[in-house]
């Protein structure tokens, strides 16, 4: 009986959390960029249509530069830029 309430309590915390961080409420953790709501509100949300079909298309094996690396550009690194990142 005490291992029922036990997992019934951990049940409604997690949901507790969990609705926390849908409403854009601090998830507590190291994750908390001083925002008002980290990260949380943004991964729910999800990628947008871009970035999900271009991850489709890296992880089916299409490569369109021949890089190991990429960072957002800053003019300090010579490399393929796309968008705001340069690949090299």
Do not use: D, H, W
Not at 59 to 70: D, P
């Amino acid at each position: 009986m005490e291992e029922i309430k036990r997992q019934e309590e951990e049940a409604r915390k997690q949901k507790e959390k969990e609705q926390k961080a849908q409403k854009g409420g601090n998830s507590g953790g190291s994750g908390n960029n001083g925002g008002s709501g980290g990260k949380a509100p943004v991964l729910a949300a999800g990628a947008n249509a871009t970035c999900a079909k271009a991850a489709g298309e890296v992880l089916g094996g299409r490569i369109t530069v021949n890089c190991l690396y990429f960072r957002s550009n800053n003019g300090s690194i010579q490399g393929t830029v796309i968008g705001g990142n340069v690949f090299y």
